[in-house]
């Protein structure tokens, strides 16, 4: 679920992005708009869709891979098998691209299931 201050500003961006899709629909209708004006309102459009997406994913994704970073951290011991690659995607995070973003977190829950299996092997043992 969206927090709800994020979910108004996209809605109010999409809002402001379908009054210029409509904008460039009576451009067309005209038939006496240059194209040149025409082009510029559809790179305005495609910049505002993309504002949109980066502000969903800075909010949504990059959040919660910082806090699926902080569940393996405090998951791992130090000692456990992907010890490394943990501290490499923490060193990494700051510069991940949005991209990169998805794919990672598909990652960190791999990492997360693993410890949590390894965890409750060590938990076994210690009952034993």
Do not use: W, Y
Not at 44 to 73: C, M, N, P, W, Y
Not at 77 to 95: H, N, S, T, V
Not at 120 to 127: H, Y
């Amino acid at each position: 679920m969206l927090p709800k201050d994020l979910t108004r500003d996209l809605k109010s961006r999409l809002n402001m992005l379908a009054g210029q899709l409509h904008g460039i629909v009576k451009m067309l209708d005209a038939e006496t708009t240059a194209p040149e004006q025409i082009l510029v309102q559809f790179k305005a459009v495609t910049s505002g869709l993309s504002s949109a997406e980066h502000l969903l994913l800075d909010e949504v994704f990059r959040k919660g891979l910082a806090l699926q970073i902080v569940d393996v951290v405090g998951a791992c011991p130090g000692d456990c098998q992907d010890a490394g690659r943990i501290e490499e995607l923490r060193q990494q995070f700051p510069k991940l691209s949005e991209g990169e973003l998805t794919q990672k977190m598909r990652e960190l829950r791999e990492i997360g299931g693993r410890l949590e299996q390894h965890n409750v092997g060590l938990e076994k043992k210690a009952k034993k």
